[in-house]
């Protein structure tokens, strides 16, 4: 039997499902997402498709997550891409949803198979890089503000340390939970890598025990991508991937490069290159 395939528009206050061949639209709740599947005996075999659109669809997500559903959250510029070759320039929540369950027939998609198991790291940790930039942006401001603002800023940047030190205290207390303490241990045992890197890494590439190292790398957009024509051999570059790991990946290759012989050695080799 032929997998059904439903593709999700999420919006912030509804979403648009094509289904059957079908268009249905419903409310982005919790309740609303239920009594549609039950209305229409979505079967578990089902594989439900959408983008992410900045966290409209956690609703959605978590929803078939508890209810052990099949889904794949895809990347709105593959789907974009895909539709343009097919000379589909219109775009609308309906015919978005018909292009996702399109999409999804004509790669083969399958289900996601990793199971995130650390959501709240994730979330604290989100929190924070927020928190950081919205001070780094208030000590800039410093440099140019008029005097009559100058102790309104640095009130907000005293605060801002404060809740950045409260989440940090959280992040640390997290760390020492049972199924979380051995990856931490294994990860800072390298030198370089803090804490905050390590539970980024169990957050957000809950891939790294099952995939090899060139899938991780380009998972995160590290592996250097050909840019070749004919006889032409153009300079490589990285793309894509997962921002807030690479992010993370950086700050401790910095310190790496201080602390760390090995990769001491190799940064000075690749810059005498």
């Not at 966290?55 to 974009?80: P, S, T």
């Not at 891939?207 to 024509?229: R, W, Y």
Request: with cysteine; aromatic share 8%.
């Amino acid at each position: 039997m032929e997998q059904q395939i439903l593709g999700v528009d999420v919006a912030k206050n509804e979403l648009v499902l094509y289904y059957n061949e079908s268009i249905y639209t419903i409310s982005n709740t919790k309740v609303a997402i239920k009594n549609w599947f039950n209305k229409y005996n979505v079967e578990l075999t089902s594989l439900v498709v959408f983008e992410p659109t900045g966290g409209y669809e956690n609703i959605l997500k978590n929803f078939l997550i508890e209810h052990k559903r099949l889904y794949r959250m895809v990347h709105a510029n593959h789907v974009r891409s895909y539709a343009k070759a097919l000379g589909l320039l219109a775009k609308t929540d309906k015919i978005d949803a018909k292009v996702l369950r399109d999409f999804a027939i004509a790669v083969s998609l399958q289900p996601n198979t990793q199971k995130n198991q650390h959501n709240n790291l994730h979330v604290m940790l989100n929190r924070r890089d927020q928190l950081i930039d919205i001070r780094t942006e208030e000590k800039n401001r410093l440099e140019t503000a008029d005097k009559i603002i100058i102790p309104s800023i640095k009130k907000h940047i005293k605060w801002l340390d404060k809740e950045i030190k409260a989440l940090d205290d959280k992040l640390i207390e997290s760390s020492k939970n049972k199924n979380i303490e051995k990856f931490v241990s294994l990860y800072t045992s390298v030198p370089g890598v803090g804490i905050i890197t390590a539970l980024r890494i169990l957050a957000d590439l809950p891939e790294i025990d099952s995939f090899s190292e060139k899938q991780l790398a380009a998972l995160v957009g590290l592996a250097p991508m050909n840019k070749d024509s004919g006889n032409s051999r153009g300079r490589r570059y990285i793309m894509a991937g997962r921002p807030k790991i690479r992010r993370a990946l950086y700050m401790a290759a910095i310190s790496a490069i201080r602390c760390n012989p090995f990769i001491k050695a190799f940064y000075s080799k690749l810059d005498r290159k």
